[in-house]
Structure formats: structure tokens, C-alpha cells
Nanobody
Framework: EVQLTESGGGSVQPGGSLTLSCASS????????MGWFRQRAGEEREEVAS???????KYADSVKGRFTISRDNTKNILYLQMSRLKFTDTARYFC??????????????WGQGTQVTVSS
């Protein structure tokens, strides 16, 4: 089992920046995929970004060029650096992990999420 704990959410003005963190603990794997999802109120969840241990990185079109996903393997922390934030980025952001690959990320382990609110 893998435990995931997100942090770093908060309120920010449009155009601002925020960095989310996801600390992982528990069982370790040689291969895995980790990523970030978000869910706006009343909407379906959306995959934002993912990366796996083979170096494959993927971003949703809506965040390309603004968000960067990265991982510190020494600390077991996944990051999501968000810049040029928009009102539409307001959502609860979740960290996910799956040892079978990124295609299974939405049914893997999930954290509790952290709220990001973009408002003026």
C-alpha cells in the first residue's frame, strides 16, 4: 500500500504561482507512475500531469507551458509547480500513484487532496 499526502494548496491571484507537494510513503516499487488530478466543483476529475520512472511526462493541454511536474526521489515527494494561474485552475488537486503504469493512475492510490483557489 502507498500513502499519499498533498500540501501546498491555498488562495492565489490570477497570474500568480503555487507549488503543490505530495509526500509518498509505504510500499516501494522499481517502476511506477505518479501524477496530479484536479476536480472542480460539480465537474468530473481531470488528469493534469503525470510522470513515470522511465521519464515519460504528460500534461493536459490546459496546463501545458504553465505547470511543471517533478519528483524528488531522495525525499519521495512529487511536486506540481503552477504558474500563470487562471480562474479555471481553481479545483481540488489530488496526487495519485500506480505501479502498473500511468494508464491505471485514476484507479491507483490517491491522497486526500489540497484545494487551490484562484481569485482576485
Amino acid at each position: 500500500e502507498v500513502q499519499l499526502t498533498e500540501s501546498g494548496g491555498g488562495s492565489v491571484q490570477p497570474g500568480g504561482s503555487l507549488t503543490l507537494s505530495c509526500a509518498s510513503s509505504g510500499q516501494t516499487y522499481l517502476f511506477y507512475c505518479m501524477g496530479w488530478f484536479r476536480q472542480r466543483a460539480g465537474e468530473e476529475r481531470e488528469e493534469v500531469a503525470s510522470l513515470d520512472t522511465e521519464g515519460s511526462v504528460k500534461y493536459a493541454d490546459s496546463v501545458k507551458g504553465r505547470f511543471t511536474i517533478s519528483r524528488d526521489n531522495t525525499k519521495n515527494i512529487l511536486y506540481l509547480q503552477m504558474s500563470r494561474l487562471k480562474f479555471t485552475d481553481t479545483a481540488r488537486y489530488f496526487c495519485a500513484h500506480d505501479s502498473r503504469g500511468c494508464r491505471y493512475l485514476d484507479v491507483g492510490y490517491w491522497g486526500q487532496g489540497t484545494q487551490v483557489t484562484v481569485s482576485s
